[in-house]
């Protein structure tokens, strides 16, 4: 199975154990120690930590597409938003009665801007299970479209980054407009309960950031599963020569809708978890410089190497985090030092001082994990 | 022309240019030969500058010292170079191509030398392609009046003549014996062809594994020689 | 109790909301260095908490979570945008902090533990409305607005209100924009053309933010002046027309509570202090700062009256608080949240300050629930005790669960 | 109609006639007294005390109806006495007797009490203004004021308006008289004759006034003005469509003016400039600064600020080059996340450094208003120039990529800079003289954009989007596909915007580049042949 | 919409009705053939009425001027230039004018390409994997496992170009004439029913030449090859059949001996001395 492979391979062992240990770690602080206790990670904190896990999934699912596959995407933000919208609808819906004007059915901004019905594209989602479907389909049959009509045609490099971004600036105008029926500006917010637990109570939040870091682990072991598989290589080549891999009797098109639709999916589903976390979905979560935003921390992390991205995202919204209430008035001057500091001088990303240590310890990797060549060179 | 005394380099790692000397003697035409891999382009590259040397000298007309130019300075001391693999302008037209180089000569020359077009006469025709768009052979005739527009003094060709047309090869080969005979022009080629070689060139080199092996008049490269360092 | 008592301010210092948010940060930083050398309250210092949320709404919600449970702030001044406020509201309530909201908005809200010091429609827009009507007698309405929820909301209630006021239908054009919009050319051109009917027009202006400057631009440039049609905007203040060159603007209206050119000491003492406070002659003050030197008073004095930082408490004691505004009257906090505000029509003048050109007679209660909105029509908010409720149904006669109830119930 | 209104009618009537014909005078009521009717003028009698100011022919008159009109007619508050307020910014402000013009100098804001006035009495201020220039010296400003009074005619003011028709010698100004006068009979007193006389008139006053006769109960009338309308309607349609398509024009070039230095830095180098925004913003900075170092002259500011801008954005490109660029050859998605570091700090530093706040800077006399092709038409004079300029900006940079070396240098550096190197060509120079002109360029579009929108922080960030956009619709590397590109672009969603709103009209937009861009996967004007396609 | 029009043209046989996956028809004869082809670029004609056919098993040389239209005749043979007006027909099944290049490489024609296009980031070994005939469709390829029947074959190849020792590392860093042989050895993992060779020595010393012939000549007879040359030498020692293009047609055809003494190819191609 090609999903296996991964497992054996050291880094994505290593990757994992990490998590898993970060994981743990982070429920027995929360839940051991008291409160107030210097070591006790507070529900603030864990949110905090669930939502840069969500970015780290979006992250790797860019890097998929940009590191792997030359995608340079400036459109993933759609996908991440659409999978939240799946997910901010389903807690709308989750509501119930309870929302402000007591309407068993429309959500509040709804009775307040006069709708007289639920749109017919807000059925089912009441449905918990139907809900986390729409959160892989809609990113992935957006994906399948867009791509689909993409890559047939043969749009590549600067031009498709370019429609990408497209697509999300024309998703964020469509989601910014009442009439679409997605609160317009206001998104969607107020939620109480997801699958019955209240959403304001800390052991969601834990449960919340849990199944978050698993998503992650499943999204990067996908990942890497592709990448370590032929078809990863296959993407190597398309990224490098797309017109020879053609003659070689692979249909690059649909490689690279493949692996686009995966990415989207995985994106959709970074979405999904990230709008309980954080309470709110709304358009600009669809700007063209958001999906800017998740290719910088790609690339700060370092390129074709999915647990660069990892880093990167983790490292540079912590770096906001922090920033934004250490010297709120400056921490743009530091984020911007960071990213030109970074690129000038760590050419790799802050993966590649960890891989040049890696370089001199282990060598002469065989041809089955072989991959690695392509970030050696990317 | 050019003497190169001790020349090492280095791809990260890979030692590929052992103690490499050279010497290309002025209005003659050296060939380098070797088989493939051994490091004939990458001397070239480090004698254009285009690849960094760990050490040894290189020293040109006498007195200037190659390693301590910038790449640039050197084409405008006179050095021409039609690199392996023709390196064209893709995006650019035939014409535009060629002017690239007018900007190096001393003389604030405006126009391409008609003397070009003479000795390419499709280049003349193709004007106004762009370069990408041209076919192999043609390309690489571009390279090489590329390379004259500079009105060098030391030409060096990498491999001219290869998806070259058989008549036009000899045609090349012939150009660079009149600019030699005219001009006084040092070649410095890199060939495989034995026939060729033994046509054109007056001096030869031979490279193994980055060292130099055998060096000397044309006449002198035997079937010994070949047999050792050509053959797989 | 020992250790000063901190005070949160969440207004965004960089993005595009910064343009409008930094002074407010800046306000209530200054309001804090006052009470301060006036000794603090309950004989402790204020220490204000700034972090930014840059403009980004998840991110608001993020930080209010931050300053209520990492830096546990007794009381937050922040938000600017109905969204931001939305994004917040769950955390306030779920971890019961006390915000202050110093922005007109949409109303069609109540929260527990929000104060909405600035204006509800009822205190702009429908007075603003009236004038026009009344003073200039306008019969033609152009109702251009930003496409959120704050313009679609006071649209919708002036378009009930103006047609229960016998206004016809094809008398009421209204247009949406997106946000940041800087081509008017068209959309002023059908202005004009909707202007010429024969019947006196004006503009009704909920276009936010940056797209104002271009807006004026054009109107100024295509030769609409106030005289021909008249503009009346509601998210225009001092600190906007700052950056607009005013000379083809002069006369065109605003409607706040609050104008830099009251005439009255109070006022002309807050100006003082404030640029005294920035260090630069030229700067302006506006309703939102207005709106925050109100709330920060009333907190006092419940902080005073409470004689706690008690959240609780403090909401509590804060109903019914009055205290001076800077127009020469007073503001008292209702049982709904809201404060009573007078309400003001400005003209702009070439100088970049407003001309007062009518006022309310008396102060105006500010309205959670629209009586001009089907929905919410029947309901009020009352959070004195024993109703505690922010949407109670008159004809039901029950409340509508509310998100504060929600999060005690989950806590419980 | 009140006796107020019908006495004052008489007494404009007796009093103006001489006004018309001699300038003999004599100052009646003093300017005191007059001041001080307006000054405690009810609303009801506010117009009575303007109208006996006009009538009074006072010397100052005009100073004291313009200075109300303005807001700056103020009573000092302890002494009663009238002023004129000359400059108002600031805490305290400089006043001027108002009757004798006198210089008083500073006075605290505090101490002033302001006489206010509001659009309904501007209204007829206006129309007061109008009628005392009906009889100025110059002929156009005559017309002006004829102009003005379309629509504007009242009772008060028929009788010396159809007096003055019958004095008055040009022409045109008797015209735009005459329409003044007809509009007000067609809505007034239903005349049919009047209708005649607006049937050619674009004026959408005229149009208003045959709207509501068509509105009437009178068949005639109905059927006349009917008329009348048809013979416009032709035209105000050609009319339409021409300013639909100078709106997309213009905002077309806005387009093409914000890539264009894009499609040099990005286009041409292959740099992925996410401070592009940022460099637009310094050049309209630059702009600001200008007006501030020369007050009072904001049109010779705008002008110096088009060289300035452009040095001050080519200095911060050259920066940005040396300092992060020139390490980051070949490496795109590198400079993206470099630049956009570079864009962070930029916005920031003019935060801290300026303010968070938009900055005014004022449009020069001779660009505001419009060009009036006819009451219909008329085109903004800033959008104009704007057009004009970034028209010249277009033509002079493909100049100097066509006919200098530097255009063909930097073409090959970026095709393949080892061997461009090896060609002579000094690579290291190249750029930074490339990406100071792309910057440079920026700037001035920076310089223009000041005339038509904020000058702020987030300038910027309006446009780097759209600048992307346009580069790549119209083909990375070509210089006419971005001027083609983004007029287009311009155009297309000018055109949609009527019927779809500007909301939809953008997402129209989008959607149709993504869709073009599946027909021509190279923009519109690709670069062809075998290296295109690799 | 294409099985629309298609029904339309109820003259035909419809497209989806002849299976096209099924191996190439030689019973009547070529293996590819060529008819009429013209093909202009902006006005300038590259290919001007060709014909052309090879027949299965043949070893092909062509020869002819730079620009006489070779590699674009390639192009069209593989699907990457599409022809102004003629047909291209591969046995008698496949049209392969209505093919993209994936379906013409599937089909077995591979191709090595006049400037050598490896895959730099990738390794010389998964060069050759990638290059392997195998399932090439999305998902055999997403689950594929390295069989060691493959490695050997793989390894197999690596000995056949020297690559042996560079196996592991990327194959941009090769030499020259290394890539030459890199492609080569794809072309070999793919094991096409029709070879099409631009250009295979170029860059290579003679006795590399010599192998290089030895390795098509054996190819012959199994394998379809069609070899573009300019080096008179190596076309002179593999050559069975030779054809020489000028201006985009045949201006002859036969043996080497025959076409060398034409008086046209020495004046437009070989010159005096050749
Ligand atoms: N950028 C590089 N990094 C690492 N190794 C390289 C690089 N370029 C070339 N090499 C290696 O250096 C050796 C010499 O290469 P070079 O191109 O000089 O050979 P060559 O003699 O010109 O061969 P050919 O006749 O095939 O052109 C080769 O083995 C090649 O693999
Ligand atoms: N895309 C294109 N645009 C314009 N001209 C082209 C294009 N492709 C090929 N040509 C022209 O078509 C002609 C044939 O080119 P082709 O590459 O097929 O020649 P060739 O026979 O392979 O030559 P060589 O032996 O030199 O490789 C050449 O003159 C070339 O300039
Ligand atoms: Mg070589
Ligand atoms: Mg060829």
Redesign the interface.
């Known amino acids: 199975m090609w999903l296996a492979r991964p497992l054996q391979e050291r880094s994505t062992q290593l990757f994992l154990g990490i998590l898993f240990l970060a994981l743990i770690a982070v429920t027995a602080l929360h839940l051991a120690l008291p409160e107030g206790h210097p070591l006790h990670v507070s529900a603030y904190t864990v949110t905090l930590l669930g939502k840069y896990l969500c970015y780290a999934l979006l992250a790797v699912a860019v890097d998929l597409v940009s590191g792997y596959l030359g995608i340079l995407s400036l459109g993933h933000g759609a996908f991440f938003a659409l999978g939240g919208y799946a997910m901010g609808m389903y807690l709308m819906r989750q509501i119930g009665d309870r929302g402000t004007y007591g309407d068993p059915v429309l959500p509040d901004f709804m009775v307040f801007l006069n709708w007289q019905e639920l749109p017919w594209y807000w059925y089912g989602f009441d449905m918990a299970w139907f809900a986390f479907a729409m959160v892989l389909l809609v990113p992935g049959a957006l994906a399948l479209v867009f791509g689909w009509l993409a890559f047939r045609s043969r749009v590549t490099g600067v031009y498709l980054s370019i429609i990408t971004q497209a697509l999300t600036f024309a998703l964020m105008l469509a989601f910014f407009r009442n009439e679409m029926g997605f609160g317009g500006n206001n998104g969607l917010t107020d939620f109480r309960e997801i699958l019955g637990f209240n959403l304001r109570s800390d052991a969601t939040r834990l449960g919340l950031f849990i199944a978050t870091g698993i998503a992650l682990a499943i999204g990067y072991v996908v990942c890497r599963g592709i990448v370590t598989s032929k078809l990863g290589r296959v993407s190597v080549a398309c990224r490098d020569a797309e017109a020879r891999t053609r003659f070689l009797g692979y249909r690059v098109e649909r490689v690279q809708l493949f692996v686009f639709v995966v990415s989207a999916m995985l994106a959709g589903v970074a979405g999904a978890l990230y709008v309980p976390q954080v309470g709110i979905i709304n358009p600009s979560e669809f700007s063209p410089i958001f999906s800017i935003e998740i290719v910088v921390w790609v690339a700060l992390g370092g390129r074709a190497t999915l647990y660069g991205a990892v880093i990167g995202a983790i490292l540079v919204n912590y770096a906001k985090t922090v920033f934004t209430g250490v010297m709120p008035d400056a921490w743009l001057f530091a984020l911007g030092a960071l990213f030109v500091l970074v690129t000038v001088f760590l050419p790799q990303g802050i993966a590649g001082l960890l891989r040049k240590r890696r370089k001199t310890t282990d060598d002469g990797s065989g041809p089955s994990d072989a991959p690695t060549t392509a970030e050696a060179t990317a | 022309m050019l003497q190169i005394e001790k020349l090492n380099q280095y791809y990260g790692e890979s030692h590929t240019l052992w103690d490499l000397d050279l010497d290309v003697p002025q209005g003659q035409c050296t060939c380098v030969m070797g088989r493939n891999g051994v490091g004939k382009t990458t001397l070239m590259k480090c004698i254009m500058g285009e690849e960094k040397v760990a050490d040894g000298s290189i020293r040109f007309a006498g007195d200037v010292e190659l390693t301590k130019q910038p790449l640039e300075q050197r084409a405008r001391l006179g050095i021409g170079y039609v690199p392996q693999g023709r390196q064209i302008f893709p995006l650019l037209t035939v014409e535009e191509n060629l002017r690239t180089g007018l900007a190096s000569r001393g003389d604030g020359l405006k126009t391409i030398p008609e003397r070009i077009y003479e000795l390419f006469p499709v280049l003349k025709e193709m004007k106004n392609r762009r370069g990408g768009d041209l076919s192999g052979g043609q390309q690489q005739q571009l390279a090489i009046g590329r390379a004259l527009v500079l009105e060098p003094r030391l030409l060096i060709l990498d491999e001219p003549g290869e998806g070259i047309q058989p008549n036009i090869v000899t045609q090349i080969g012939e150009v660079i014996r009149r600019l030699i005979a005219e001009d006084g022009l040092t070649v410095l080629l890199v060939e495989q062809k034995l026939p060729f070689a033994r046509k054109f060139a007056d001096r030869f080199a031979i490279i193994d594994r980055g060292r130099r092996m055998a060096e000397g008049e044309i006449s002198e490269l035997s079937d010994q020689l070949i047999r050792q360092y050509l053959t797989v | 109790q020992e250790g000063p008592i901190k005070v949160g301010v969440l207004h965004s210092l960089s993005g595009t909301m910064a343009i409008s948010e930094t002074a407010l940060k800046d306000t209530v930083e200054m309001l804090i260095q006052k009470q301060n050398a006036e000794g603090g309250l309950l004989g402790r210092q204020l220490e204000a908490v700034v972090v930014d949320p840059a403009s980004n709404w998840p991110l608001f919600a993020e930080k209010a979570r931050e300053l209520l449970a990492q830096e546990k702030v007794d009381v937050i001044f922040g938000n600017w945008t109905s969204v931001s406020r939305k994004s917040v509201l769950p955390v306030v309530e779920e971890l019961n902090g006390l915000l202050f909201y110093p922005v007109q908005y949409e109303g069609e809200e109540s929260s527990e533990n929000v104060f909405y010091t600035g204006a509800a429609p009822n205190q702009q827009a429908i007075p603003a409305v009236d004038y026009l009507m009344n003073s200039i007698g306008v019969e033609r309405w152009v109702l251009a607005g930003t496409d959120y929820v704050y313009p679609r909301t006071t649209n919708k209630i002036l378009e009930t209100y103006l047609m229960d006021q016998g206004v016809a239908k094809e008398d009421i054009m209204i247009n949406y924009t997106p946000f940041g919009h800087s081509d008017w050319q068209n959309i002023v051109s059908d202005i004009k053309r909707f202007g010429s009917a024969g019947k006196k027009t004006a503009v009704v202006s909920t276009i936010n933010g940056d797209a104002n400057v271009p807006f004026y631009r054009e109107l100024g440039n295509q030769g609409i002046s106030s005289t021909d049609i008249p503009v009346v905007a509601f998210s225009v203040g001092e600190q906007e027309l700052s950056g607009i060159d005013t000379g083809p603007l002069v006369g065109h209206l605003a409607a706040w509570n609050y104008f830099m050119s009251v005439d009255t000491d109070a006022n002309y003492d807050f100006i003082d202090q404030w640029i005294e406070y920035t260090g630069d002659e030229e700067a302006v003050t506006n309703d939102p700062m207005e709106a925050h030197y109100i709330g920060f008073n009333m907190w006092v004095e419940a902080v005073r009256k409470a004689e706690t930082t008690d959240v609780d408490a403090v909401k509590d004691a804060i109903i019914g608080v009055t205290v001076p505004n800077l127009t020469g009257g007073y503001a008292a906090m209702m049982p709904n949240h809201h404060i009573t505000k007078p309400v003001l029509i400005g003209e702009i003048q070439d100088n970049g300050q407003f001309a007062i050109v009518w006022q309310t007679p008396s102060t105006v209660a500010g309205d959670a629930w629209s009586d001009f909105l089907p929905g919410s029509r029947d309901l009020i908010a009352d959070w004195r005790a024993p109703m505690s409720c922010g949407n109670f149904n008159v004809k039901e006669g029950k409340c509508g669960a509310s998100a504060g109830e929600q999060a005690k119930a989950a806590a419980e | 109609m009140s006796i107020p209104r019908l006495l004052t009618m008489l007494l404009f009537v007796l009093l103006m006639a001489p006004v018309g014909t001699a300038m003999a005078q004599q100052d009646d009521g003093s300017g005191e007294k007059l001041l001080e009717q307006l000054a405690d003028a009810s609303p009801a009698s506010t117009e009575e005390a303007l109208q006996a100011i006009a009538a009074s022919g006072h010397e100052r008159a005009r100073a004291w109806l313009e200075a109300y009109g303005n807001n700056r007619l103020s009573r000092v508050k302890d002494t009663g006495e009238i002023v004129i307020v000359l400059n108002n910014r600031g805490r305290d402000w400089t006043v001027a007797d108002a009757v004798t013009g006198e210089n008083l100098g500073e006075m605290s804001r505090r101490d002033l009490d302001r006489i206010a006035i509001n659009n309904a009495v501007r209204r007829q201020l206006a129309g007061v203004l109008a009628m005392l220039d009906l009889y100025a010296e110059d002929p156009e400003v005559r017309e002006e004021a004829a102009r003005d009074l379309m629509g504007k005619v009242d009772e008060a003011v028929l009788d010396p308006l159809i007096g003055r028709l019958d004095e008055e010698p040009v022409a045109a100004v008797r015209n735009r008289l005459e329409q003044a006068v007809a509009i007000y009979r067609v809505e007034q007193e239903g005349s049919i004759e009047a209708v005649d006389v607006l049937a050619g008139s674009l004026h959408p006053r005229a149009r208003a006034a045959l709207n509501s006769a068509v509105a009437s109960e009178n068949p005639a009338l109905k059927a006349a003005a009917q008329k009348a309308l048809l013979s416009v309607e032709q035209k105000l349609k050609m009319n339409r469509a021409a300013e639909t398509l100078y709106f997309g024009l213009s905002l077309g070039s806005v387009l093409v003016l914000a890539a264009i230095g894009l499609a040099i830095t990005f286009g041409v180098m292959g740099v992925i400039n996410m401070a592009h925004g940022e460099l637009i913003m310094l050049g309209a900075y630059t702009t600001w600064g200008m007006q501030q170092l020369l007050p009072g002259q904001p049109g010779l500011a705008l002008i110096l600020s088009i060289p300035a801008g452009f040095l001050v954005a080519a200095l911060a490109g050259i920066a940005i080059e040396r300092s992060v660029i020139q390490f980051l050859k070949g490496r795109p998605l590198e400079t993206l996340l470099a630049t956009f570091g570079v864009s962070l700090i930029l916005q920031q530093l003019v935060r801290t450094v300026i303010s968070p706040l938009n900055r005014t800077v004022v449009t020069p006399e001779w660009m505001s208003g419009s060009l009036v092709i006819n009451d219909a038409l008329s085109l903004t004079l800033n959008r104009m120039y704007v057009l004009g300029f970034a028209l010249l900006v277009f033509a002079g940079l493909m100049l100097i990529m066509r006919r200098t070396r530097l255009g063909l240098e930097v073409r090959a550096v970026t095709q393949n800079r080892a061997m461009a190197r090896s060609m002579g060509i000094k690579a290291t120079r190249v750029d930074i003289m490339t990406f100071a002109l792309g910057s440079g360029v920026a700037g001035l579009a920076g310089v223009a954009l000041s005339q038509l929108t904020n000058v702020g922080p987030n300038l910027g960030q309006n446009y780097i989007i759209d600048s992307f956009m346009v580069v790549v619709f119209g083909g990375v590397g070509n210089l006419w596909g971005t001027l083609v590109a983004g007029l287009t672009l311009g155009t297309i969603n000018q055109l949609l915007e009527p019927w779809a709103g500007a909301v939809l009209a953008k997402i129209i937009v989008l959607v149709f580049i993504i869709l073009f861009i599946q027909k021509r996967p190279r923009g519109l004007f690709p670069q062809k042949g075998r290296a295109a396609e690799g | 919409m294409s099985i629309m029009t298609e029904l339309a043209n109820r003259d035909r046989v419809f497209n989806f009705l002849t299976p096209t996956d099924s191996p190439v028809d030689v019973r009547h004869g070529p293996i590819l053939y060529l008819e009429d082809v013209t093909v202009s670029?902006d006005g300038?004609r590259a290919i001007n009425d060709l014909n052309l056919t090879i027949d299965d098993g043949e070893l092909r040389c062509i020869?002819?001027?730079?620009?006489?239209g070779?590699?674009t005749m390639m192009d069209i043979i593989?699907g990457?230039t599409a022809p102004d007006t003629g047909s291209v027909w591969f046995g008698s099944r496949h049209n392969l004018l209505t093919m993209?290049?994936?379906e013409i490489?599937?089909l077995g024609i591979?191709?090595k390409?006049?400037?050598p296009?490896?895959?730099?980031?990738?390794?010389v070994?998964?060069n050759l994997?990638?290059?392997m005939a195998t399932d090439?469709?999305?998902f055999p390829?997403?689950?594929?496992t390295?069989k060691p029947e493959y490695r050997d074959r793989i390894g197999e190849v690596l000995e056949t170009i020297?690559l042996k020792d560079l196996?592991?590392r990327?194959a941009?860093?090769?030499?020259?004439?290394?890539k030459?042989?890199l492609e080569i050895g794809?072309l070999l993992m793919?094991r096409p029913r029709l070879l099409l060779v631009d250009?295979p020595v170029?860059?290579?010393?003679?006795?590399?030449m010599e192998?290089t012939a030895e390795l098509l000549t054996s190819l012959a007879g199994k394998q379809s090859v069609v070899v573009v040359e300019?080096?008179?030498?190596f076309v002179r020692s593999i050559a069975r059949k030779v054809t020489v293009l000028h201006q985009g047609s045949v201006l002859a055809e036969g043996t080497m001996d025959q076409v060398s003494n034409d008086p046209e190819v020495i004046k437009?191609?070989?010159?005096?001395?050749?």
């Open positions: 670029f300038f020869i002819g001027p730079n620009g006489a070779k590699t593989t990457k993209s290049e994936p490489a599937s591979g191709r390409f006049q400037k296009s490896v895959f730099e980031a990738l390794t070994f998964e994997e990638l290059a090439k469709r999305v390829t997403l689950t594929a390295m020297g196996m592991h990327p941009g860093i090769l030499s020259h004439g290394q030459q042989w794809m793919q250009e170029a860059g290579m010393t003679e006795q590399e192998r300019h080096d008179m030498g437009v191609y070989l010159g005096e001395e050749a």
